[in-house]
Structures are given as structure tokens and as C-alpha cells.
């Protein structure tokens, strides 16, 4: 831009100053060398070092597609949004996830130092799934650096920032967008085939904005982005709407033109005073969401989005001001719960061992995040669902004392309440544990001194069990040791043992039962033997033997019988 054509237009001649200087500071020198800064960026992690890993929620809204976001809600039973982890690199290959370099090297360009459009090219392009150490790659960042340099060249920009910003769009238009498509949302396919949508040429136009020296941000509804452009100061800003899929589109809310046009894309145009219907994002969250597009495109498919949901949360890590809406899918909780979901697979699949490392992953993933934002209550309810998950795939693997172990480990990394729920679960299990162990004992038992090993451990185990089932089980516990008595010491001992048992637990209405019959059998194997001895001829013995077995059962009408036939014949 020359100064005689701005002082022509009636700015002042340290103004002229102050933006040929500023336009010539944010123009790269040759389109060229910006080409191969761009190709030659790699980033390698130090060694010694764990990879970021990522994990994910399922599915992402879809935007610029009207209604998509309303279609998806059959899925809001899975998961959400992104989380960042810091593990060794042997878990990045077994789970076969990990950010590209390009995401850690840009990560870096979300704090609040200033970032050139060179950059914002750059990581548009690798977000659109293109390799820029690749000849092809190199070819579509050559192009794109190449269009903004011809803008660049041009003597007619407006100096004023609202002018600027609306000349840059009606520019595009005449240039690159040519056919709006709701689904194409890539910057290189954008460049080749002028197809957009609005993410594609929202980011296309704050690539531009930003070389031209605009302060833009931009702006998102529940299935739809756009961009704003500041031409107050950051002290007093003064904001302008640019929806990029209209070529009237520069303050939408005063232009008739636009109105008149915008409905052919299906979108409802959301006025800034509408806060809860739009949120604030940056540059660098807008070039997110074509990674958030292209997840959506994959639909169902989910190991396929793991990567793309890998590079966004790493690439949105380090954000000094994330925005914090809920119109805006979290990257880092998209990652943590899109790792769940994959768990859950495995899990309906029986795959309890493949499970098992994606859950902890998850769970590592909710605890670090729940240190960086120790006030957000909703990481902390990730942990607990991370932890509650993997104590589940222990448990179901019957894995009950790792499963104890797991929960000490991390005792202190859930609330009070939280834990106490957790330790039901377990105490659950270990009952469930104890009781097979138990009953398999109960059921072993062939002798007495195995009954009386048993109960000695279902004694031990009474702590665990409610006083009704303890009861129960040493009831049926009781009348196998009374029966295994009267086989192995006869009846007399097993009606002692049974009567002893009785007086010292309580009521046990089988062995009560079992005493009665105990009882009668005993009383007809002393009729039986004073029979036999009196039949021989043995009357002393006989007569003997019957005071003996009223001793035993003195109140007994067979055996009183039995004694007065004994001492008739005296």
C-alpha cells in the first residue's frame, strides 16, 4: 500500500506511517521462504520424556450443518469432549495414539503471545489433514501463502480497519470462495476448488484478516462459526459480525443484501446481543474446529477420530483464555470420554484385557486434568467415572483384590462420598468372593473336620455378610456337620452335637428337625439292642442295658416299656 493513496484518502501522515509500516512488517519477505518455514517444521520430544497422549468423547456436533447438532442427540448417552496426558511412550504404541508433531509444535500459539498468519496458515493446513513435509503439502502451503501475498500486494486496501475488513471479504469472494457446501470444511480443498462451508472460510478469512494487519477473533452458535472483527481498541472494543458464507456478509445485522441471501445456507443468523446463542472463540479454537468437522464426518467410526481428537487437545493445551461454553465441545473432555467409549467397546466385546489399559489411561488422563483445574467440579466427576470403570473391569474379571489395591492407590484423588461409593462397590465384590469361597467350602465338606474348618471360616467371614445370610449359611453348615457326625460317632453323638449347636446359635429349624428324627432313631436302635439281648437270653445284660438307655432318654414310653418287661421276669 503506498502512502500517497492513503494520505489521498484522507489519513493523516503519521497514520499513513504507522500502517505501511505494520503491513509491511506482517508481509513475509518471499512466499517462497514463508513455504519452507512451513515445511520444515518438526517437533521432537526431548528424550526421557513421555508423548502427550490423547483420548476422546463421541460425537461432535458437525458445524455448518444446520440441525446436525439436533440430529446427534441420539448419542448424547456416550461422550463429550478432550483430555490431555502425560505418559510414557510405550502406552502411546500400545493404545496406537498419538498427537502429531505439528500440534505440539503450534500448541504453544494459544498462550497470549502474538502468533503471525503464517502460523495461522500452517496449522490450518495440518488441521485439514495435510502433510507439509510432503511435495503435495509443501505445493498447498506454497498456494495459500502465495494468494495472501497477491492480497498483500494490492494498492486499493482501504486504510481503515471496518473498510479493510469488508474490502478482504467482497476480495475473497472474487478470488477463492466460490460454492458454499456444508460438509466441506478443509483450507486446501477450499484453495482448489473455491467449495466452503462456514469454518473453512471463516478460517480463510482470519488467515487474511491477520496478515492484513485486523484484529479478528470469531464467533460460534450451536451449528455455526463466523468471524469479528475489533476496529475499537482492546480497552474499548467495537465488534462487527462477518459471516464468511455470504459475500454480503460483512455486518450482517445492517445489510439488506444479506438478509436476503443468507437463508440459501440454512443458517440463522445470531445477533451479538444474543449471548446465551453465541460464544466468543479465538483463531486458534476456530482452526479447531475443522478437526471437530472432520470427526463428525467419520460419524460412528470412532477408533478413526482418536488421532484428530489427539491433535486438537493437544493443539488447544496450552490456552492462556479457553473459552467456556457449552457451544464450544471441551477438547480436552472429548478426548477422556471418547477414550471410555473405546473402553466400552472392548467391554460389550468381552475384551475385558483390551479394556483395561484404555481405562486407566482414562483415568490418569481425569486425575492430571483435575490437578490443572482443581476447582472444576466436572473433572472431578471424571475421575470418580474413570476410577468407577476400572474397578468395574477388575471386578468383572474377578480381579477383586487388584481391584481393593487400585482404590487405595487413588484414595486421595476422589471426594469423601465418591470414595464411599467406590468402596461399596468393592466390599460388594469381596463379599461375592468370600461367600463363593464359602459356600464351595460348605459344599466340600465330607467329614467333620472339614465341617469344622468351615465353620470356622464362615465365622471368621461374619463381618462381611448381613446376620440373616450368615445365619442361613451356618444353619445349612450345621446340619451337614450334625448328619457327618452321627456317620462317623453314631446317633448319640450326633443328637449331642446337634443339641449343643442349637442351645449356642439359636433356632435352626432343619437341624431341629433332624434332632427329632436323630432322636426317634436313637431310641429305636436302644429298643433294638434290648431286644436282641433279651431275646438270646441275656436278661441281666438286657435289663442292664435298658436303665442304661433311660438314663439317655428317661421319659421315653418305648424304653419305660421295655423296663417293665424286664422286671417282670426278675
Known sequence: MRESRLRDAGVSPERCGSLVREMR???????????????????????????????????????????????????????????????????????????????????????????????????????????????????????????????????????????????????????????????????????????????????????????????????????????TLNVGTAENPKLIDIETTNKYGFNPGSNKEFHDSFGRTGFVYTAPGNYTARASISSFELVSLILTNRMADLDTRIFETLPLAANRAILLSQRDNPVNSPLFVDPQADFYERLLYVAQIHGAAGKLDQMLPWVQHALLLAQQMRGEAATDTQWEERVYMALDTLLSVLLNNQQIAQARQTLLNNREAVNRSHYAALDAKVLDAERWLVERDLIGQLNAVRTQSDAEAALKALNEAAPFFEERRITELRNMLLVNEAYLVMQEKGLREAIAFAESALAHYGRNQILEQNLQAYRSNRVAELHNRFADLWNSGNRSAASAFIQEALREFPTNRQLQQDKLISDQYR
Open 25 to 227: 512488517q506482517s508481509q513475509p519477505r518471499d512466499a517462497a521462504v514463508s513455504a519452507q518455514r512451513c515445511r520444515g517444521l518438526t517437533y521432537k520430544m526431548r528424550k526421557g520424556e513421555g508423548d502427550r497422549l490423547l483420548f476422546l468423547r463421541f460425537p461432535l456436533p458437525f458445524l455448518g450443518i444446520p440441525g446436525y447438532s439436533g440430529a446427534m442427540k441420539q448419542y448424547k448417552a456416550l461422550l463429550s469432549t478432550c483430555l490431555l496426558l502425560l505418559c510414557g511412550k510405550s502406552g502411546a504404541q500400545n493404545l496406537g495414539v498419538e498427537a502429531e508433531a505439528w500440534a505440539y509444535q503450534y500448541a504453544a500459539l494459544g498462550r497470549a503471545a502474538p502468533f503471525s498468519w503464517q502460523d495461522l496458515a500452517c496449522v490450518s493446513l495440518y488441521a485439514s489433514g495435510v502433510n507439509l513435509d510432503s511435495p503435495a503439502g509443501a505445493q498447498s502451503a506454497e498456494t495459500l501463502f502465495r494468494a495472501v501475498n497477491q492480497f498483500l500486494s494490492l494498492t486499493d486496501i482501504p486504510a481503515d480497519s471496518a473498510l479493510r475488513g469488508e474490502y478482504l471479504l467482497s476480495y475473497l469472494y472474487k478470488t477463492i470462495l466460490r460454492s458454499y457446501s456444508e460438509r466441506q470444511t478443509k483450507i486446501e480443498t477450499a484453495l482448489r476448488t473455491g467449495d466452503y462451508n462456514c469454518v473453512s472460510s471463516a478460517v480463510l478469512y482470519s488467515i487474511f484478516a491477520h496478515a492484513a494487519g485486523l484484529d479478528v477473533r470469531a464467533a460460534i452458535t450451536q451449528d455455526h462459526a463466523f468471524v
